[in-house]
């Protein structure tokens, strides 16, 4: 309970902190029709969610210090951290290799396009990554990068390319009764129309989910017409994401719109998890877990999404990240996310690092490989 309560405390910090398989032909995306039960981005025999990490001589694939875009939560470097073993890791699915990120050829793939991330500090943490990684591919190209609480815009003009980022922790609904307070409509979504007519959706939501008492952003769930003042965080999530996946099968067009979802991405607060019971969260990691097994298994959320988006009529694709983000325990800001070591970050990432493998899979995905 006093490490839970540690996380809780740290993650606010965080939040006031970062406050402040398909292809393309002739211009237009194409969508490949798969089986509603494979939708985890897999090809042939190979799934890309399981795997392992090897060191990479070539990697990080852009320097943290060239890209202006990062921030100061994510710059682990520029804050003080010494060791850099980290960035020079790779994710590697057990039957397969990645193809290498080029940047330019995704530009090239999305010509014209426009993607648009939905959703909390970990799409945001996803969405730097990319910017860094097509600033650092066409360092030379024109660019228009603006940034407000809320969200943000990275544009080249010469590709007529678009990459932008509207936060939204829950996905479903937040309204505020001055008699009742803050209420978490599980069952409804009234700001969809800010998501539609884009050509790529990445969605993800999870980690405002597991915040208690006074750290939580509501007072009450609601489902139809009833209050409940407290209910199960994994069926609460069930709900909210089953309302979500109504709403793509009723809004999107597949022949218009990928969508993906970013899957859950792990926290490091227990080192018994990783088979490090004296460790204090992910202080002073610096080696990934070895091998494709984590010893602290899986987690509920990540049966939730997969049950859900394999029933869903129209096709999104599960980025299943959770796995490859589990073994990274040495990946996270720990006390190098800008604000001294009063703040342990264990559940965002450093840039570089793992949320580029993340874009890495998103690029293979729009290769079709």
Known sequence: MALWACFLVQFAGLLYLLSCVPYIVCGELHINHVDHHTQTMQSDDCDWFLGSWVQDDSYPLYDAANCPFIGTGFDCLKNGRADKEYLTYRWKPNQCDLPRFNGQEFLERLRGKRMLFVGDSLGFNQWKSLTCMLHSAVPSTNYTFTETKGGGTFSFQEYGVSVMIKKNGFLVDVVVDEKIGRILKLDSISTGNQWLGFDLLIFNSYHWWTHKGRYQTWDYFQVGDKLIKEMDRVEAYKIAMTTWAKWVDENIDPSKTRVFFQGVSAVHVIGADWGEPGAKQCIGQTTPVNGSAYPGGSLPAEDVLRSIISGMKKPA?????????????????????????????????????VPDSWNELLYAALLGK
């Open 317 to 353: 694709f599960l980025m299943d990240i959770t796995l490859l983000t589990q073994l990274r325990k040495d990946g996270h800001p720990s006390v190098y996310a800008g604000q001294g070591k009063a703040l342990v970050d264990c559940s965002h990432w450093c840039l570089a690092g």
